[in-house]
Nanobody, 121 residues
Framework: VQLVESGGGLVQAGGSLNLSCEAS????????MGWYRQTPGAQRHMVAF???????NYADSVKGRFTITRDNAKNTVYLQMFSLKPEDTAVYYC????????????????WGQGIRVTVSS
């Protein structure tokens, strides 16, 4: 199973960007999906996550500005980012804690390759 992100780039402060992450491979179900971000020299921090039932949670720094959604049929999670600030600049990583691949098989703690988001002031 692989996670592939898309949609990053450069945007001015106050602008918007949308990220997508698709899980591909032999998949029966994807459990929690989420986004983390990391700046140089810093730890990776949770941005938002969403369960397969649609319950979501956000870091305080992005509440009210970011929206996470998912399409279970497409095994895809989305992150809509509004009112972007320079401090949102980071590499964003897609994450899932568990992918069910068979009746008794699964893969855990999967990460995407990361996608850069740059917000200019």
């Amino acid at each position: 199973v692989q996670l592939v992100e898309s949609g990053g780039g450069l945007v001015q402060a106050g602008g918007s960007l949308n990220l997508s992450c698709e899980a591909s491979g032999r998949i029966l179900r994807v459990n929690v999906m989420g986004w983390y971000r990391q700046t140089p020299g810093a730890q990776r921090h949770m941005v938002a996550f969403i369960t397969d039932g649609g319950d979501s949670n956000y870091a305080d720094s992005v509440k009210g500005r970011f929206t996470i959604t998912r399409d279970n049929a497409k095994n895809t999670v989305y992150l809509q980012m509004f009112s972007l600030k320079p401090e949102d600049t980071a590499v964003y990583y897609c994450y899932t804690d568990r992918v069910i691949t068979g009746l008794t098989s699964y893969e855990s703690n999967l990460w995407g390759q990361g996608i850069r988001v740059t917000v200019s002031s």
